[in-house]
């Protein structure tokens, strides 16, 4: 763990918001020079900080109109290992996040959909047809609201 300062949590608000920003614009928002950014960035990088950069993609412009949040319990943890089950469900590729969890579900899945009919088709053919499955409980996404964090 390092030690952070006011500039690099700064440095962390303005690229959760935006990972596309380059040193220079980084540097320039900040007072910094583009090489100091860089090596403010590339620190936190090497820290574990800053594990990643990614892209927003737009479900709803692809035409995936509905989110669906599913809890999974396994039947049979014994018969079928969860191995088995997390390896079937990630090639479902509607699935897009599979979270092992605690509590009343083993599982935890955000399934995208074109619409209602098309996740029930999913639901009916490749989550309920995969090994060990159990209880199933689905919540319908509304409205989702994407707040930067504790850095925000």
């Known amino acids: 763990m390092i030690d952070l ?11 959760s918001l ?3 920003l380059s040193a220079g614009a980084l540097g320039r928002r900040f007072g910094l020079s583009q090489p100091a ?16 950069r990614r892209l927003v993609v737009d479900r709803a412009a692809l035409g995936f109109g509905v989110t669906v949040f599913l809890g999974v319990k396994l039947a049979t943890k014994g018969r079928v290992s969860l191995e088995d089950f997390e390896r079937a469900v990630t090639a ?19 399934v995208v959909a074109r619409d209602i009919a098309d996740f029930e088709r999913v639901l009916r053919r490749r989550i309920m047809t995969l090994p060990g499955i159990g209880q199933v409980e689905a919540n319908v996404l509304l409205t989702e609201e994407r707040r930067p964090g504790p850095l925000g």
């Not at 479902?92 to 955000?110: A, K, S």
């Open 37 to 52: 950014t860089w090596r403010r960035v590339r620190r936190l990088e090497e820290a574990g900080i800053l594990a990643g």
């Open 18 to 20: 935006d990972a596309t």
């Open 92 to 110: 479902i590729p509607e699935v897009q996040v599979v979270q092992h969890v605690l509590g009343l579900f083993d599982y935890r899945l955000r």
């Open 5 to 15: 300062d006011d500039t690099d949590r700064a440095l962390l608000r303005a690229l």
